[in-house]
């Protein structure tokens, strides 16, 4: 083995590695992960990577909502331009270690390659590197919504907004950052350029095998928040006629969403990943119900349709049961395009390295999404098996780990050598 | 006014006094009760009525799983006969002060009431008297199912049973008694008749104004657990034909429970008021749900074919949403009769004082219903306001439970002069 191929063996073991590593943070006894935001367990992953960032020559700054940047200095970077790369470390409950862990700790290792690279002559980049190994609240699991930390960085999201965010045990984002020691103060610069790594949470890569994702395009989503009240009373005595009971009409709700999904023309998605409910006790009629209900759909005009059917049933819904519906929180995420010509760089790197590769598009919310309205973005993916994640069964095989951390590495390389295709070139 | 009216005016007072300061403990925002079994809330509450008790002349005795029993010697009792009289202390989350406290006051003031006639030579009690001011957890809030501590007491519940109950926090009810000092290692008494004085929870007597109702039967009840296992995954990419959604099949559970009862031919209740989720996250298909499913009716075959039919209706949810649901848990409570020759003295008690009362049967479950298995068991209601129960709006006023604390004393003194009438009397 030559010592090209040697070093790139070992960059392999450092991200296998490290990817173990900060699969120690949150582990739970299924073998899943639970490392939601600003918790105590997600901090012991943000410690540890930033300890590591450190120890590799980084110089670690932390913004008011969280985020963390490890910012490493190439020598001769344009001293004033930023090419980010990362990814988020919270997970769902119970979830798996790939979502974000993956395109962090490869954003990681890839700064090891970029030095070697930079070392050796072969590559002169044109900006910073900033490793993100955190967008806090990616998830949108512990606090809503989700997309928090690069919500807040691109603007979309006001900063006192996400800090009064609570959880359901009434704790503000504000406070658990700062009990976890990640409320910082820095300012950082504006980035020019955007690669995150991901799994690809589907089924179509692994459909053809070992093969990298090149997402084009993220479906638009409609989040919306309903709120049902109706009369708390005992199960008992009270009679049917006279209970206006907000589970049932929740409940109605719930299937109404999926009917609305099933019957639609183009293809739509819908959810409701989370509903609450008070007092939630077996002898008292429920007085309250929130529901976490989402339409996804790559066509805005779908989701319109969506939308206002769901809304149109809701007056039959509160007539049935009695009770109150309204939708207090809504949130409607416009459909996006990654930027082409880094997608052309991206492809043609790949067919450069010979490396076989899909054009996707992505119906989960990405980091890269968000950062997509500020700077040229782009999102690569690798297979996950049987496309199954938030999940403790979440898996992706040590080789396609590699292949991707590979793919990343080439297209980072490119990109970062080219100031002409950033956030500037236009100006 | 005599010295006899204004002696009862002054038990009025001491009740109203006693049940509002049974109200502070555990007392919420919203002006309603959380005073849940065994917690610290119901511990104030316990504490503050046990000093009562000891401060009267009464000794406290505590079970194994915490049944609070104050025994008061009338001087000329027959030691070996208990008479018992009380209800329970703990309340729904949010629920309301009258339910349970009401009993527990009244019983308590009671005393006072028989030790003057005692005194006064009008009344030889044949039994020893004893207040149960807490029948550990009657409401089935915090620990499943209701009636803890009467069935304990009676035997329709083993006490390991009940101990290892956990709430919804994994939180043993051995533990919680433990830790707020209400495990106890007391033997006490078999009763030989109870008497228990609640609010209606109903609007009948309120229809027809200021009446005591004397409750004839109690409905029959099935409480059903149902189980949904799904499958966890991202609530974006995953198809909609790929996903096995916990909690559309719940909502589909809990329409379909609601549809059994409006097409019942005979009156049959039903009600889920208690549903757990996993992992509840708004980007993840909810993998698992308990649904705390209930049918309540007077009629036996009613009860049969609600069950029946709604068991009929899970393989349709299971085969619609890719869930499995099974109903590990199950429990029947037979429709029950209360004694007929203690309905009778009360009734004669009432007709000769003049109370006007109404003969009812109870949809609720009481403790009053398990001391019926093991002997003559009489249960009277006050009126409460609008039948709103379970809830801060439940109301009864001070006229009405000064009223049931009358009719509640009259039909004590009636019965506790009666032995011919109790457990033994077949003997």
């Known amino acids: 083995m030559d010592s090209v191929a040697a070093f790139h063996e070992n960059l392999h073991g450092q991200v296998l590695d490290l990817l173990r590593t900060v699969g120690t943070f949150g582990r739970t006894e299924t073998g899943g992960i639970s490392r939601l935001a600003a918790s105590r367990e997600e901090q ?51 979830g798996g270690n790939f979502d974000g862990a993956l395109g962090v700790v490869c954003a990681c290792i890839a700064a090891l390659f970029l030095k ?18 955190c967008w806090t609240g990616e998830e949108g699991a512990r606090f809503q919504p989700s997309l928090v930390g690069s919500s807040v960085f691109t603007g979309t999201l006001d900063l006192e907004t996400a800090w009064a965010l609570e959880d359901a045990d009434g704790i503000a984002l504000k406070d658990a950052l700062r009990d976890t020691g990640y409320r910082g103060t820095d300012d950082v610069l504006r980035p020019d350029h955007y690669l995150e790594l991901h799994i690809e949470q589907g089924t179509r890569l692994e459909a053809v095998g070992g093969v990298i994702g090149l997402v084009e395009t993220c479906w638009g989503a409609d989040k919306l928040r309903v709120q049902v009240t ?51 006790s077996p002898n008292t009629v429920v007085d309250a119900a929130t529901l976490w209900v989402e339409f996804r759909s790559a066509s805005q005009h779908a989701l319109e349709q969506a939308t206002q059917a769901f809304e149109n049933r809701l007056p039959k819904i509160a007539e049935q049961t009695g009770c109150d519906l309204a939708i207090p929180l809504r949130e409607h995420r416009e459909a996006i395009r990654f930027d082409a010509t880094a997608i052309d760089h991206a492809a043609a790197t790949l067919d450069g390295a010979g490396v076989p590769y899909l054009h996707l598009d992505t119906i989960a919310g990405h980091d890269a999404i968000r950062m997509q309205s500020v700077c040229p973005s782009t999102l690569l993916f690798v297979p996950s098996r049987d496309g199954i994640t938030h999940s403790p069964l979440e898996f992706t095989s040590d080789a396609d780990v590699c292949a991707g951390f590979d793919a990343m590495t080439a297209v980072l390389a490119r990109l970062i050598a080219r100031p002409e295709n950033d956030r500037r070139s236009g100006q």
Not at 116 to 133: H, I, S
Request: aromatic fraction near 8%.
């Open 44 to 94: 012991g992953a943000r410690d540890h990577l930033c300890r590591w960032l450190r120890a590799h020559g980084f110089t670690v700054r932390i913004d008011p909502v969280g985020n963390i940047f490890g910012v490493l200095d190439l020598g001769d970077a344009l001293s004033d331009r930023a090419f980010f790369c990362g990814s988020h470390l919270d997970s769902q409950p119970d």
């Open 116 to 133: 070697d690279r930079v070392c050796r002559g072969e590559l002169k980049p044109a900006y910073r590197y900033y490793v993100v190994t």
């Open 230 to 280: 109706g009369k708390a009373d005992h199960t008992g005595p009270t009679p049917m006629e006279d209970r206006r009971d907000a589970l049932l009409a929740a409940a109605r709700v719930v299937v109404a969403a999926r009917e609305i999904s099933d019957a639609a023309e183009e293809t739509l998605y819908s959810s409701v990943g989370r509903m609450e409910l008070h007092p939630n």
